[in-house]
Structure formats: C-alpha cells, structure tokens
C-alpha cells in the first residue's frame, strides 16, 4: 500500500527498530515515509480524542475514536482539500499548521495517532506538551518552517528527521528542525518507557558491581 | 546574576549558577502533581521497571516480574492495560519520593462509568502501595485548587503535573508545567525531568479592574491580543502595580489561562497577599521570596491598564476568537457553567450570587455550579451564597472537573449553545460537536442564565 521511498524506510517509533538508546549519537538518514495529510492551525488534542474516550486504555480503542465528529475527521474539512470522505489515517503523515496538539496534556492524544498508523507528524509548531508526549510514546514530530506549498494531501512524502528534511514526490524540500539529541534517544529507544527503562537498567547495573567490587 | 523569575527557578533546580532561554537543563522535581491520568503513568511507571526474562545481566531486582507490562509506545495495539502490583513478598519498584507527589481524582469524579471505577480503584491502590499520603478522593476537588488549600505549592517550587492547567500555581511565584502521563512516570521514578529553558514575555498590569470585569475579561483581553500561540514554548511573568489589586483567586485565573495562549509556565511574584494566604493554608515554609532581577532580559513586553478591561466572551471554537460582549449580546443559550480550575472559587460563585440574588434564572437554562473544592463549596454554604444561587435555580455539583471536560455532569446537545467559566471551547469539548461553547467570567455567565442569551452583566445589573 505504500511505497517504500528513498534509502530505506523506518518507522523510528516501532519496536523493531529500536537501534540502542545512546542519546548525542544523532543520526541522520533516519527516514520516515508516508501519505501526507494535511491540517491547518490549532488541532486540539480534544479534537484527536474527545474527553470521554480518555478513560479508554487500549490505543487500538482510542484509534477507533480518533478526530471523531470533528472537522478533521474528513476531507474537506477545515484546513484540508479536496473532496468529502472519511480519511484514512494508516500509513500517513501529518502535516499540519500553527499549535498542533494545543490544550489538553492528554496523552491519548498521540496513542490514538499512533494506533491509528499516523507515522509523523511536522507542524509549524506544536502544543508543547502534546510534542513531549509524542516523542516519549514513539511518534515522531517535526517543527517545519511553514506549510508547504506544492504538497498535497495523499501524495508520498518522506521525513528525514535526522536532518529536518521533508520531501516530496517533486523533490520539493520542506525545510525543519532537526530534532535535539536527547529527543532522538528517547525516539530510537522507541519511547520513553524503553528509554528510562535502559537508564534504570543501567542505574542498577552499575551499583550492583560496585557492591559487587566492595564485597 | 540576572534572569527572570523562571530563569532563577530553573537553575536553582538544575543547581547552575545561571541558565539563558534554549538551553535544556536536567532538572529536580519539587511537586508531582496528576489527577485520573495518574492510570497512564501507573501502567508506564510499572512498564519502565520490566525486567525481561533472560535478557542481559540478572542484577538485583530480576525478582520484579510481578509487574510486567507493556511499553506504552507499542504499535501493536495490543498492549495489556493491567499494571499489575507485583506478587506479596517480592520486592517493587517504589516511587522517588511520596511526599512530593500529589493525586486528586477530580476530572470524572464520582465514577461515572465502571471504567472510570476501575481507574480510580487503581490509582487508589497504587497510592496505598507506594505510601502516597497526598491522595485527594472523590468530592475534595479540582488538583489546581487543592495544590493551593493544601499547602503543597510554595513559591520558588519546580512543580510538573499531567494536566495542562499545572501552570495555575505560577500565581504563588512557582513554575509550573504541564506533561504527560509517561513522562510523570519517568518523575515518579527519578525526580528529574528535562526542560528547554523558556524565554520570557513580561506583561505588566497597571491599574485595577473595574466592578464588572474580572480576571477572566483580563485574561481573555490578553488571549484575543496574543492569539492562542502567543506564548508558544515561553513563560509569561506577571508583574507591574495592578498585582496588588488582584486577590488570590484573580491571580489563579490569570496564570490557568495563560496556557490557552501556549504558555509553558506564568508566574506572579510573591507579595504579602501570597504569604498570607498560603500561611492560612497551611503551608509553613513560605521563605523563598523569588522575584526577577533589575536587569532580566524579557524576550517581549506587553503592558495593560486594567481599567480599560470590559466583559469579553471567547467564542465557538477557538479560546482566541474573542469579542467584546456587545457583539455577542443576545446569543440564546441553553446551559450556562460557572465553576472549574479557571472560576470555581468562591469570589466567582459571590460575583454570580451577587447578580442572581432575588431573582429566577431563565427557564430555557440550565445553570450549573461547580465549586472547584470542598473548602470552596463549604465557604459558599456558610455565607449564604450557595443558597442564592440554587434558590435562584442552579444545579449545584460536588466539587471537581464538573462538564469541563465533556466526561460528565452536564453534556451539550447537537445543536445547543453553552456559556461556561471553563478555559476550553475546542469543538466538541463539552459533548455534542454540534454544541457552542461561549468563554466569560463567573458574572457573564450569571447574567446570561438570567436572561437565556448572552447578555453583558452591568445592563443587568442597572436595569
């Protein structure tokens, strides 16, 4: 369904891919593809996910209520193009306007994306706590320069997060910002869960020899 | 030295001597602070001390397999939501300090599902299981307020909260942020947190506010000058004369709101007026003076004169459509909403009793009142104004979240149009995405459940 683009593809949130979790290792040529989606300014996280669906526990459940009665749940809805339809979230990646994922700190909000099989999103900017969750549930996220011009909704886009780089089909490069390196190593570890769970790991470990040395 | 109030906060929390706006600083977590998105960090929390079996070095700990979860990030969908406590006798990941953390179940509050039951049950043990004395139950109140009334919050603090309106206790000179629930996890394991630095904006306050206008006109004046992204990422410093004038709850609002505008903290020198309301609660330390430096560098700076501030109404669906009330006048509305961490204190029910005092509310409107604590709603039962407002004909609601959220206690219909002292009217907030939500202060809402539309309360008042 879709094309692998470029050099490889990587989904950088998966499992699979976690590559190790040393934070300041940026790597660049980390590639991401998908369907763009385009959404204009201030996407509430309420708007992802109504409030009654955020006793909800599984991403699967959350998926299924994704955008759900909202202007963003169609095509042709605001900030979009093209003609009605249901969207189909899977395989895509989001780009979007001014303070995506303002409001609510619900971190139902990007599992409902991410379950939904939103790859990436780049915004023009992010709600700051929406842009942490992501990045500590595995989704990555990319501050862009603005919205593109000649990118379409449904052409294949490829994320370069290492770089800050988008591009489409027509070569054209969507200029961002790459991703600090902390980010990065929470992102390959796939998480922040993995990630802390590899610190504390290691927390351990280290004391455990020292009181091994002392014995 | 020179920085602005959060410049100081933050590098006191990351012991430097100085820290400037962009840097990123490992920080120590003064106050943990989460409500029912407790669940989340629960399950994340447990997910973080998974031990594989047979994976790497079995150190000490390898016992710990009696809470295994799944990773939160896992694409599969088919993470096992149970955060099981582990086994009796074997040992368990605790938490890094139980006295700084802080739990209230506010935002669906009583269950209003067996989900939600659930949920709470959970939090509930896991605060029996990790000694967390500062769990605030059903009824107590909104976790803002009760950060407040308990004596938690103190000025100079770091605090994080997995709610976004964290950032009210920045009324008490602390910086306050909001996060995630995973990221409260990654806190309740190790007391640290990393932060970007934030520039500073300063607005200075001159003035006081007039009869009619409250800190929610100011707040929405600021929003519609601003916009929604105004404060993208930075930390908003309120300073200047007109403080002074502002009460407690005044000071609250401002800071709440700030988030609307995509603040990451906002924040109010102490003065007297904080020591001595933090003294009555309880609070026993309350040293720490913070204030910014003569030479701070502000990144923008805005200044208002509060007596230019008039009743203004956020509306549908964006808290930075504002209006002045003359345009929106006459909208008809079917609930009106006075409560919430934005309006819920007891000055907010007194502003609304003052204008519904003798009188019948429109019988096209619901009104709904929702203290945002116990000490609030018991304040209103002691002076008189609770009964004004339920003999004027309010549905009065135990304290906590209330419709805020659109989880319970008062859903919107396709079709209908709520005016409410709630921060939030995102389409679909509330209930219906068909409804309306119109934002003013506790006496707009007052005097619109009078007349069934929006109307501007001096006009009531005088006629």
């Known amino acids: 369904m879709t094309k692998a683009v470029g050099r490889r593809q990587t989904a950088v949130g998966s499992r699979q891919t976690a590559v190790g979790t040393g934070v300041g290792n940026r790597q660049s040529g980390r590639l991401i593809s998908g369907r763009a989606i385009i959404l204009g300014d201030g996407v509430s996280t309420d708007a992802m996910i109504s409030g009654k669906y955020c006793k909800l526990a599984e991403g699967r459940q959350l998926a299924a209520h994704l955008f759900e009665g909202t202007n963003f749940e169609r095509k042709g809805g605001k900030g979009a193009e093209g003609r009605k339809g249901a969207r189909d979230w899977n395989g895509t990646i989001i780009l979007a306007g001014r303070n995506f994922g303002c409001g609510s700190s619900r971190e139902q909000a990007p599992l409902a994306l991410n379950a939904a099989g939103v790859r990436a999103v780049a915004a023009s900017s992010f709600g700051r706590i929406f842009f942490r969750n992501a990045i500590n549930i595995g989704l990555p996220v990319m501050n862009i320069d603005g919205m593109p011009e000649h990118v379409r909704e449904g052409d294949e886009i490829i994320m370069d997060l290492g770089r800050g780089l988008i591009r489409n089909r027509t070569r054209e490069i969507i200029k961002g910002r790459a991703l600090p390196a902390i980010l990065m190593g929470i992102l390959r570890a796939g998480g922040l869960v993995p990630y802390m769970k590899a610190e504390l790991r290691k927390k351990e470990d280290a004391s455990h020899s020292r009181r091994k040395g002392g014995k | ?463």
């Open chain 2, 1 to 463: 030295m020179k920085g602005t109030i959060s410049q100081k906060i933050l590098a006191r929390a990351a012991r430097s001597v100085q820290v400037a706006p962009g840097d990123i600083v490992d920080a120590k977590v003064d106050l943990a602070l989460s409500h029912e998105s407790s669940r989340l960090a629960i399950k994340s929390f447990y997910a973080m001390f998974e031990r594989v079996p047979g994976a790497g070095g079995r150190g000490p700990g390898s016992d710990e397999e009696g809470c295994r979860v799944q990773g939160a990030g896992c694409r599969d969908g088919k993470s096992s939501f149970v955060t099981r406590p582990p086994a009796p006798g074997t040992r368990h990941p605790l938490v890094w300090a139980p006295a700084k953390i802080v739990i209230a179940l506010d935002h669906r509050a009583p269950a209003e599902c067996e989900e939600t039951a659930s949920v709470h049950k959970q939090i509930r043990d896991f605060a029996r299981q990790q000694g967390i004395k500062n769990l605030y139950d059903v009824g107590e109140g909104v976790c803002h307020q009760l950060m407040a009334e308990k004596g938690h919050v103190r000025p100079g603090n770091l605090l994080v909260g997995a709610d976004s309106h964290t950032v009210t206790a920045g009324a008490f000179g602390a910086f306050a942020t909001g996060i995630g629930a995973t990221e409260l996890a990654a806190v309740w394991a190790t007391g640290k947190i990393w932060l970007r630095v934030p520039e500073t904006v300063r607005i200075t306050l001159e003035g006081r506010l007039g009869p009619w206008a409250g800190a929610m006109d100011l707040s929405l004046f600021l929003i519609g000058v601003l916009g929604a992204y105004g404060a993208e990422y930075k930390a908003i410093e309120y300073g200047g004369k007109g403080i002074r004038g502002l009460g407690i709850g005044q000071r609250m609002t401002l800071c709440n709101m700030s988030v609307e505008m995509g603040a990451k903290a906002a924040i109010i020198a102490p003065d007297a007026l904080t020591n001595r309301y933090l003294r009555k609660w309880g609070a026993s330390n309350t040293r720490k003076i913070v204030c910014a430096d003569a030479d701070a560098t502000y990144e923008s700076e805005l200044e208002v004169d509060m007596r230019r501030i008039r009743p203004m109404v956020a509306c549908p669906h964006s808290v930075d459509n504002v209006k002045d009330i003359e345009e929106v006048e006459g909208t008809t509305v079917q609930q009106a909403v006075i409560g919430s961490c934005t309006n819920g204190r007891l000055e907010d029910l007194q502003a609304a009793a003052r204008i519904l005092k003798g009188r019948k509310i429109h019988p096209g409107v619901r009104l709904i009142v929702v203290p945002a604590s116990r000490a609030v709603l018991l304040g209103a039962i002691n002076d008189g104004t609770l009964k004004t407002l339920i003999e004027a004909g309010a549905v009065v609601e135990n304290p906590g979240c209330g419709p805020c959220l659109g989880a319970h206690q008062g859903i919107l219909a396709p079709g209908e149009n709520c005016i409410s002292t709630t921060s939030r009217n995102f389409q679909g907030r509330m209930g219906s995405s068909e409804a309306k939500i119109y934002l003013a202060s506790p006496a707009t809402v007052a005097a619109s459940a009078l007349k069934g539309e929006i109307a501007d309360p001096r006009k009531v008042v005088e006629g």
